[in-house]
């Protein structure tokens, strides 16, 4: 009675082990997505906290209209726009004196001659092209005048000045002036600003012109 009572006890143990081994496991994995499937979604549109007004910082408001303190330290860096037309002088400083020589837009005559002898310099002293600073801000190619071309030039531009409007008679002194011939080479110039390096001035190639005579 004894030895069926513990093959009994012995048949049951073994059921139930076979049953729980026959159990699946469940994984971390599967746990988790069952948590957070359960898992209260949090309210739609929830404001942010609300930061302590002690906390904040204003914003400084700058007044453009403020006056400039002079004494106040200049950005070594800080380039100012040219703010005007470029000129001869900008682009040659070397070549001013012999600007400031030309006879002024109100003597045409004086200007004339100025003219035809600088344009004869020029023609005996031509620039030529080079190779450009692409970096900064010039072209590939760059022509780089002489100083009597430049001076020509401006001798051109302000003579043609001086005939705009002018009278019959002057034009036709001007024109003997210069032996009928009212054609001159002139230049365009232009500046350019390169953040950390500087102002830089580049004329263009020469310009066929005429005077107005």
Known sequence: MRFRTASAITLLIAALAAAACSKPTELASE?????????????????????PPELLLEEPQLDPNAPQDPNAPVDPNAIIP???????????????????????????????????????????????????????GADPQEYRPSDAELVAAEAGDRLAA????????????????????????????????????GRYFYASSPKSASLPL
Do not use: C, H
């Open 31 to 51: 746990a988790n997505a069952k948590g957070r499937i359960t898992a209260k979604a949090a309210p739609a549109q929830t404001a942010p906290p609300e930061v």
């Open 82 to 136: 040219l703010g005007r037309a470029v000129t001869v002088s900008d682009y040659r400083s070397s070549v001013s004196g012999d600007i400031a020589a030309l006879p002024p837009v109100s003597d045409p005559a004086a200007l004339a001659a100025a003219f035809a002898d600088w344009r004869g310099r020029a023609a005996a002293s031509p620039g030529a092209m080079e190779d450009g600073a692409i970096p900064l």
């Open 162 to 197: 001086a005939l705009s409007g002018a009278d019959d008679a002057t034009k036709a002194a001007v024109s003997t002036a210069l032996g009928g011939d009212a054609s001159y080479k002139r230049f365009d110039y232009r500046v350019v600003d390169v953040m950390g390096s």
